[in-house]
Nanobody, 125 residues
Framework: QVQLVESGGGLVQPGGSLRLSCAAS????????MGWYRQAPGKERELIAD???????????SLKGRFTISRDNARDSAKDTVNLQMNSLTREDTAVYSC???????????????WGQGTQVAVTS
């Protein structure tokens, strides 16, 4: 079992920045890829970015450039953490942001793997 705890969401003004973090614990040796997803009201969940344990990153074409994913998974660490730096935020970025950890690439897109509880990001003036 893998447990995920997200942090860093909140209110931000348009044009501002936020940094989200997601800490994994438990069977972290089973994690190959960690990713960030978001779901806005009335919309389907979408992939923002994911990153493998080897550092290969994949971004949504529409968000690449403003969002940066990084991962801290030192081999001797008992934790695996994925971060999402979000810049130049707009009201359209308002959503619940969730972290996913999976043993296979693509599992998160089908809803599989482990999920955090989600953190709300609201971009408003």
């Amino acid at each position: 079992q893998v447990q995920l705890v997200e942090s860093g969401g909140g209110l931000v003004q348009p044009g501002g920045s936020l940094r989200l973090s997601c800490a994994a614990s438990g069977r972290i040796s089973s994690i190959l890829v960690m990713g960030w997803y978001r779901q806005a009201p009335g919309k389907e969940r979408e992939l923002i970015a994911d990153i493998t344990s080897g550092g290969t990153r994949r971004y949504s074409d529409s968000l690449k450039g403003r969002f940066t994913i990084s991962r801290d998974n030192a081999r001797d660490s008992a934790k695996d953490t994925v971060n999402l730096q979000m810049n130049s935020l707009t009201r359209e970025d308002t959503a619940v942001y969730s972290c996913n950890a999976a043993g296979l690439v693509g599992e998160g897109l089908s809803g599989d793997g482990s999920w955090g509880q989600g953190t709300q990001v609201a971009v408003t003036s």
